[in-house]
């Protein structure tokens, strides 16, 4: 599509906001089974408020009669901009899905200023036959930015959302006056229905939150990836936690999941699809573990990542350290204990000799 072409419709389909507070517009969700057969929910929040906040979207679906929930938090929005979002929901099974109304939480976030970073319009942003987008953005503030992420509605010829694109690049950092470029793909499935993009937005980098159960203990932690990943649970022994993740896109990436340290003897080992891998594991400057490792482009993934102690398996091993001590002190004892005694032994036969 020609610049000129895009920019003409990306005037005349702008972002609008209306009179409301934090929202989604209906014309603007959409669910979908992408094109790894994964139910996928893809909108925009519009935050017409006038402070920034940071949104948590709740997406109910009617999977067959059953109501399945998938709680995502976003970048923060600042006001009279639109943050795009896609969720993949994997544990609707059923093809006979209704996608409810879903629901807005907000938190007033008054620790971000706006950047001004922007996309360029001029012949560098182009939409390629097979769907896919490049482009660039150049950051025309006076504060290096990081951690940014480019995010796109994507539509069809009758101006309908059909995706929703973000950047698959991990851009670190962006100077003053710098310019990078920047890729998106739409999923497979819709690529060859791709018209355009609009309401571009740019976020922090989103670290999306999971939880998991570990017998009765919320287990925290959080992931950083173009990829989506859902939990599929703890072992019996709390030691080994199995994800389930999903790219969609043909372009390999990157998952750093972060975990709350209970030992700094935990040393973690993970399997994808049940064989191992090259990862890398490290400790942030907050004590916190990070478990890295590459993901592979239209892939979804059975991960397991073991390695992981409970408070439980300290304690045990504090226990036993100090059994082992104690253990220890006592065989120091008792040999010293018989070679007191050996000692007197002498000394009273000496005194006796002498007598």
Same mark, same amino acid.
């Given at each position: 599509?020609?610049?000129?072409?895009?920019?003409?419709?990306?005037?005349?389909?702008?972002?609008?906001?209306?009179?409301?507070?934090?929202?989604?517009?209906?014309?603007?969700?959409?669910?979908?089974?992408?094109? &790894?057969?994964?139910?996928?929910?893809?909108?925009?929040?519009?935050?017409?408020?006038?402070?920034? *906040?940071?949104?948590?979207?709740?997406?109910?679906?009617?999977?067959?009669?059953?109501?399945?929930?998938?709680?995502?938090?976003?970048?923060?929005?600042?006001?009279?901009?639109?943050?795009? @979002?896609?969720?993949?929901?994997?544990?609707?099974?059923?093809?006979?899905? *209704?996608? +409810?109304?879903?629901?807005?939480?907000?938190?007033?976030?008054?620790?971000?200023?706006?950047?001004?970073?922007?996309?360029?319009?001029?012949?560098?942003?182009?939409?390629?036959?097979?769907?896919?987008?490049?482009?660039?953005?150049?950051?025309?503030?006076?504060?290096?930015?990081?951690?940014?992420?480019?995010? %796109?509605?994507?539509?069809?010829?009758?101006?309908?959302?059909?995706?929703?694109?973000?950047?698959? +690049?991990?851009?670190?950092?962006?100077?003053?006056?710098?310019?990078?470029?920047?890729?998106?793909?739409?999923?497979? $499935?819709?690529?060859?229905?791709?018209?355009?993009?609009?309401?571009?937005?740019?976020?922090?980098?989103?670290?999306?939150? $999971?939880?998991?159960?570990?017998?009765?203990?919320?287990?925290?932690?959080?992931?950083?990836?173009? %990829?989506?990943?859902?939990?599929?649970?703890?072992?019996?022994?709390?030691?080994?936690?199995?994800?389930?993740?999903? #790219?969609?896109?043909?372009?390999?990436?990157?998952?750093?999941?972060?975990?709350?340290?209970? &030992?700094?003897?935990?040393? @973690?080992?993970?399997?994808? #699809?049940?064989?191992?891998?090259?990862?890398?594991?490290?400790?942030?400057? +907050?004590?916190?573990?990070?478990?890295? @490792?590459?993901?592979?482009?239209?892939?979804?993934?059975?991960?397991?990542? !073991?390695?992981?102690? !409970?408070?439980?398996?300290?304690?045990?091993?504090?226990?036993?350290?100090?059994?082992?001590?104690?253990?220890?002190?006592?065989?120091?004892?008792?040999?010293?204990?018989?070679?007191?005694?050996?000692?007197?032994?002498?000394?009273?036969?000496?005194?006796?000799?002498?007598?």
């Amino acid at each position: 599509m020609m610049l000129s072409a895009l920019v003409a419709i990306l005037g005349s389909f702008t972002c609008i906001t209306a009179y409301a507070d934090v929202w989604i517009p209906d014309n603007e969700l959409v669910g979908y089974f992408d094109s &790894s057969g994964v139910y996928t929910v893809v909108g925009a929040v519009k935050n017409t408020e006038s402070y920034a *906040v940071t949104p948590t979207v709740n997406i109910l679906v009617n999977d067959g009669g059953k109501t399945v929930l998938a709680s995502h938090t976003l970048p923060t929005v600042f006001p009279n901009k639109d943050i795009p @979002f896609k969720i993949h929901m994997p544990q609707v099974r059923s093809h006979n899905v *209704v996608l +409810e109304s879903p629901s807005i939480k907000f938190v007033k976030d008054e620790t971000k200023m706006p950047s001004n970073i922007q996309i360029i319009y001029d012949k560098t942003l182009v939409k390629h036959e097979d769907g896919h987008l490049t482009g660039k953005i150049i950051n025309h503030g006076n504060r290096t930015e990081y951690n940014i992420k480019v995010y %796109a509605l994507i539509h069809a010829s009758d101006h309908s959302v059909i995706d929703v694109g973000k950047n698959i +690049e991990k851009i670190e950092k962006i100077e003053p006056g710098q310019t990078v470029d920047f890729t998106m793909y739409p999923d497979p $499935l819709v690529s060859s229905e791709v018209s355009y993009y609009s309401c571009f937005a740019i976020g922090d980098e989103t670290i999306v939150p $999971l939880y998991a159960m570990r017998g009765e203990e919320r287990f925290d932690f959080r992931y950083d990836s173009t %990829a989506s990943f859902s939990v599929i649970g703890f072992d019996s022994t709390g030691s080994s936690l199995s994800i389930y993740g999903i #790219n969609s896109f043909k372009v390999p990436t990157y998952v750093n999941f972060e975990f709350p340290r209970t &030992s700094d003897s935990e040393k @973690f080992d993970v399997l994808v #699809n049940e064989k191992p891998i090259k990862f890398i594991q490290s400790l942030d400057e +907050e004590g916190n573990w990070h478990v890295a @490792f590459d993901v592979d482009g239209a892939s979804q993934n059975n991960i397991l990542i !073991s390695g992981f102690k !409970s408070q439980n398996n300290v304690q045990q091993e504090q226990t036993g350290l100090a059994s082992d001590t104690q253990g220890y002190l006592a065989l120091l004892i008792i040999p010293a204990a018989a070679a007191i005694s050996v000692s007197l032994y002498l000394r009273q036969r000496k005194l006796k000799a002498k007598a």
